[in-house]
């Protein structure tokens, strides 16, 4: 493989032909980076020439991504609960949208990636009928003790369902999948006609490339700018990459919502300001720098 100098963290990118994470797409000569990630660990990337996104090239292992999720700020019931109440906020406006574009209550609900329930509870409580799926054994555990239906999954391909969903929400869970394409259309196939996929996601791609120019000039800077875009995350996609990739798999985009995607109301200021600012912005010339935001998607009726 050719080697050649670079501003990118580490001597040298390696040019490799690989399949893009997040959209799919064959690249090749695709630029073949490495990064240390918020895990301490040196991880495979790849810039994606098709999508633009940055995608890990690891190999998704079951057991590290629960001993990981374990370990993390919501990992326990104790921190999973408080980070629930935290979040209260986004949920809040998770099921605002929800009732706007869908129907106001009775509809089946599906949480991928539902943690200790905080959504799920909310969902049950207006009226839907709640099934969540974790990666985390203790998280479903606590779900099913509450009395709702809930699997232990770290895929849409194995969610267990006799019918379709109304509602499928992914808060801040897709960017740990390690196909996009291939989720998104298993839950295109689980979704009923006019049923909902809410996605809550972040797009730092762009933080992703300032941290990797700023390498040149001042490495440790841009180092951390790289570290905190990618965390512990399996991609880094552009938004408005990711609502191509939503139209490809058949959905409808009912909105994007960044004004209100922040987590709570005890944010501290900047972060709302920041958000809302973002909004405006974007809604006034499509420029995005927000550090998260909310899609809603629409599997059209036939």
């Not at 660990?41 to 190999?59: L, M, Q, T, V, Y």
């Not at 405006?280 to 927000?290: D, E, R």
């Amino acid at each position: 493989m050719l080697k050649i100098p670079s501003l990118f963290y580490g001597s040298s990118v390696d040019h490799v032909d690989t399949s893009c994470s997040a959209c799919g797409s064959e690249n090749r000569n695709a630029k073949n980076l490495v990064f240390t990630s918020s895990r301490g660990s040196e991880k495979s990337w790849s810039h994606c020439g098709h999508c633009g996104a940055f995608f890990c090239n690891d190999p998704f292992q079951v057991d590290q991504e629960v001993q990981h999720g374990t370990t993390a700020s919501y990992g326990t019931l104790e921190s999973g609960l408080k980070n629930a109440v935290n979040l209260q906020h986004l949920y809040n406006n998770i099921l605002r949208l929800v009732q706007r574009y869908g129907t106001p209550a009775c509809g089946s609900w599906l949480d991928l990636g539902c943690s200790f329930g905080g959504l799920l509870c909310l969902a049950k409580n207006a009226g839907y009928d709640v099934t969540g799926v974790d990666i985390l054994p203790q998280a479903v555990d606590y779900i099913r003790s509450l009395g709702m239906a809930a699997y232990v999954v770290h895929s849409a391909t194995q969610v267990p369902a006799d019918e379709g969903f109304d509602v499928v929400t992914a808060i801040d869970s897709n960017y740990y999948w390690p196909d996009q394409r291939t989720e998104f259309s298993q839950i295109y196939q689980k979704l009923n006609p006019g049923g909902l996929f809410v996605v809550r996601t972040a797009d730092k791609s762009w933080l992703v490339k300032l941290g990797l120019a700023l390498q040149g000039l001042f490495p440790g800077l841009g180092k951390r700018a790289v570290a905190m875009a990618l965390n512990d995350h399996r991609f880094s996609m552009p938004h408005a990459s990711l609502l191509n990739l939503a139209v490809e798999t058949g959905f409808w985009v009912e909105s994007v919502d960044i004004r209100d995607a922040y987590y709570s109301e005890g944010s501290p200021f900047f972060v709302r300001a920041y958000f809302r600012i973002s909004a405006i912005l974007y809604k006034v010339s499509g420029l995005y720098i927000a550090p998260g935001y909310i899609v809603v998607l629409r599997k059209l009726k036939t």
